[in-house]
C-alpha cells in the first residue's frame, strides 16, 4: 500500500493525478491549498505528497517545513512551473525529494509515484520506516520482541498456515498484517474473519459460500470469503471459537487448497494464505473437545506466541512515546511528553490489556491535559492496588527499592537505562539497592 496527497488549486490536474495514483492501486486524498493539506496531513497517514508551489494560501517552500513537522518521513515531490526552476531548487534544500515543472505528461508522473513509492516500500520492509504500524512495521526491540519479529520473518516465507497466540492485545492482528503485507506486498487482499460470531451454518456460508438451490434462500450463487480471499490472506481471529464441525472443512482447505461452496458439487482450488489468531489455550480446548487435535497442528507448523507488555522490558515507553506522538497529531494537541513520575508508572503496570490498553488510557490523558504534561493518573490507583493486594504495605524505603527494581528488570538491568528513566544518577541508584 501506498498513501499519496495530491495539492494543487488547479482542480482538473488534481482530478487527473488522482486517478493515475488510483489507477496504480495506492490510495489518494486531495486538497487544493495549503490549509486543507495541513488538515489532511494530520488526521490521515500519508507517504508521499505532490506539491504545488504556488498555493493560493501559502508559500511551498514553508509547507514542506509544516509537512515534515507533522511527519518527518513524508517524502514530497514539487509540482513547479517552468519560470519556477531556483524555488525548485530551495525546495530540494528544504527537504523536497524531487520536482515535476508543469507541463507534464502523466508517464512522467507516474514514474516519480511508482519509484518513490516502491523505494518507500523497501525501506519499511529493511525496518527503517516506523510510522506506518498498520501495515507492517511492529515496533519493539526487547529480546522477546526480536524473537518474534524474526519468526514473523521466517513466517512469510513459507506457504504452510500460521498460528498466532497471545494475550489481547498484545498485536495479533497487526502481525498477521505484517506477514501479509511482506509476503504478498501490495497484491492481494487481506480478509479478516471473526471465527465466533455466527453460528455454524451461517459462518459455513459466509466462509465458504453457496451454489444456488443450497438452500431455500439461495436464489443464486455467492463467493464466501475463502474466495474472496483468493490470492492473499485469510485472517482467522479467535480460531477457538470456529464450531467443532466446520473445522474438518478447514483442514481440508489447509492441505489440499480445495473446498467446496455449500450445496456446491465441484472443488474450488484457491491459492491463500491461512493466518489464524487466538488467545486462548488451544491444548485446552483440544482436552476438551471443542477443537480438532489434527487442526491444531496443521496450523501450528509455525508457531508466533506474541509476548505480553509486562514482559517486553523498555518497550512499552517506546511504545509510549510512539503513541503520544501519533495521538497527538490525530488530536491535534501539542503536548510537553510525560512527565519522569509518569514513565516509572507505566513501567511499573502490569498492562492486562496490553498494547490495546496502553494506547487507550494514552488516549485518555491526551484528551483531557491541561498542563502540557501527562501525569497517567489514571494508573497510580490501579498500581497502588495491585500492589496493596499483593503484600502489607512496605516501608517507604523498600517500596522505593522495589520500584527500582523493576525498572531495572524492565530494562534488562542496564543500571544507566533505569537511571536515566528514574532521573536519578547511577550512584543513588546503587546505594539504593
Ligand atoms: N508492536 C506494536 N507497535 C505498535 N502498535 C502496536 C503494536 N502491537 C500492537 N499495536 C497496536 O495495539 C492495538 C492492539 O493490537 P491488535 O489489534 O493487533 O491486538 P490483538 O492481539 O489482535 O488483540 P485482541 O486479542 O484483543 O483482538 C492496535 O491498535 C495495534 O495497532
Ligand atoms: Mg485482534
Redesign the pocket.
Known amino acids: 500500500m501506498g498513501a499519496v496527497l495530491i495539492v494543487d488549486d488547479q482542480e482538473d490536474l488534481r482530478f487527473s493525478l488522482a486517478k493515475v495514483v488510483e489507477k496504480q492501486g495506492y490510495c489518494v486524498t486531495t486538497a487544493a491549498n495549503g490549509k486543507d493539506a495541513l488538515d489532511a496531513l494530520r488526521s490521515t497517514l500519508v507517504d508521499l505528497v505532490f506539491l504545488d508551489i504556488g498555493l493560493p494560501d501559502a508559500d511551498g517552500i514553508e509547507l514542506i517545513g509544516a509537512i515534515k513537522e507533522i511527519g518527518d518521513d513524508i517524502d514530497i515531490v514539487m509540482l513547479t512551473g517552468i519560470n519556477e526552476a531556483k524555488t525548485a531548487v530551495a525546495s530540494l534544500r528544504a527537504g523536497a525529494v524531487d520536482y515535476i515543472v508543469k507541463p507534464f505528461d502523466l508517464i512522467e508522473f507516474k514514474a516519480i509515484l511508482n519509484r518513490i513509492l516502491q523505494t518507500r516500500l523497501m525501506r519499511k520492509k529493511a525496518g527503517l520506516l516506523h510510522r506506518e ?2 501495515v507492517g512495521t ?3 526491540t526487547s529480546p522477546p ?1 526480536l524473537r518474534v519479529k524474526e519468526a514473523i520473518e521466517m513466517a512469510a516465507q513459507v506457504d504452510s498456515a500460521i498460528l498466532i497466540t ?10 498477521a498484517r505484517a506477514i501479509h503485507e511482506s509476503r504478498t506486498g501490495q497484491n492481494g487482499v487481506f480478509v479478516k474473519v471473526d471465527c465466533g460470531t455466527l453460528s455454524s451454518n451461517l459462518m459455513e456460508s459466509e466462509l465458504f459460500g453457496y451454489d444456488k438451490g443450497a438452500f431455500t434462500d439461495a436464489r443464486s450463487e455467492k463467493k464466501g470469503l475463502v474466495e474472496v480471499a483468493n490470492g492473499g490472506t485469510l485472517f482467522l ?1 479467535e480460531i477457538g471459537n470456529l464450531p467443532i464441525d466446520l473445522q474438518p472443512k478447514l483442514l481440508r482447505l489447509i492441505e489440499e487448497s480445495t473446498f467446496r461452496r455449500v450445496g456446491g458439487l465441484k472443488d474450488i482450488q484457491v491459492k491463500i494464505r491461512i493466518i489464524a ?1 487466538t ?1 486462548a489455550e488451544l491444548e485446552e480446548q483440544i482436552d476438551q473437545g471443542k477443537f480438532r487435535e489434527d487442526l491444531y497442528y496443521r496450523l501450528n507448523v509455525v508457531p508466533i506466541a ?1 509476548p505480553p507488555l509486562r514482559d517486553r522490558g523498555e518497550d512499552v515507553l517506546l ?1 509510549a512515546d ?1 503513541f503520544l506522538q501519533e495521538l497527538q497529531r490525530e488530536l491535534k494537541k501539542n503536548l510537553q511528553g510525560f512527565t519522569p513520575e509518569a514513565r516509572i508508572k507505566i513501567v511499573q503496570h502490569d498492562w492486562p490489556g ?3 490498553e496502553l ?1 487507550n488510557i494514552i488516549e485518555r490523558e491526551v484528551i483531557f491535559n491541561k498542563s502540557g504534561w501527562l501525569a497517567m493518573s489514571g494508573l497510580t490507583f490501579e498500581s497502588q492496588m495491585t500492589a496493596m493486594k499483593k503484600e502489607p504495605l512496605p516501608s517507604l524505603k523498600e517500596m522505593e527499592r522495589q520500584y527500582i527494581k523493576k525498572v531495572l528488570n524492565a530494562v534488562n538491568n542496564n543500571k544507566s537505562k533505569a537511571a536515566r528513566i528514574l532521573g536519578i544518577s547511577r550512584t543513588t541508584l546503587r546505594d539504593s539497592l
Do not use: H, V
Open positions: 504500524i498498520g511492529i515496533l519493539g520482541m497471545g494475550e489481547t492485545g498484545t498485536g495479533k492482528e497487526l502481525a481471529d489468531a488467545n506474541l511504545l510512539f496490553n498494547i490495546r494506547r
